[in-house]
């Protein structure tokens, strides 16, 4: 099986700070089903939502994955980052 890398997502979809949870339930449903049927190769960890913008947090073996999902979910992309490191307070103990 091919190694998952982290990615954070960055989707413009305007007013979703103020979507109520059963608006944003419908989307996390669309999102769970589009990965039941890709499978493996991608893992949606959790997302911010804050104004006119989610940043989710991915693990995928690549791009295309994501592209795939944002397409069978009808969730828009507007920049996939790839984070390779993640560094918290406790890494100042190292």
């Given at each position: ?28 449903r ?22 006119d ?23 828009p ?18």
């Amino acid at each position: 099986m091919t190694q998952l890398k982290r990615y954070i997502i960055e989707r413009e979809i305007p007013a979703i700070g103020q979507m109520s949870v059963t608006e944003l339930c419908g989307a996390a449903r669309a999102s769970n089903q589009a990965l039941e049927k890709i499978g493996p190769s991608i893992q949606w960890v959790h997302s911010y939502v804050a104004g006119d913008k989610t940043f989710c947090i991915y693990l995928a073996d690549g791009e295309e994955a994501i592209r795939k999902h944002s397409e069978m979910s009808g969730i828009p992309v507007s920049a996939i980052t790839e984070v390779p490191q993640v560094i918290d307070p406790l890494t100042a103990n190292n």
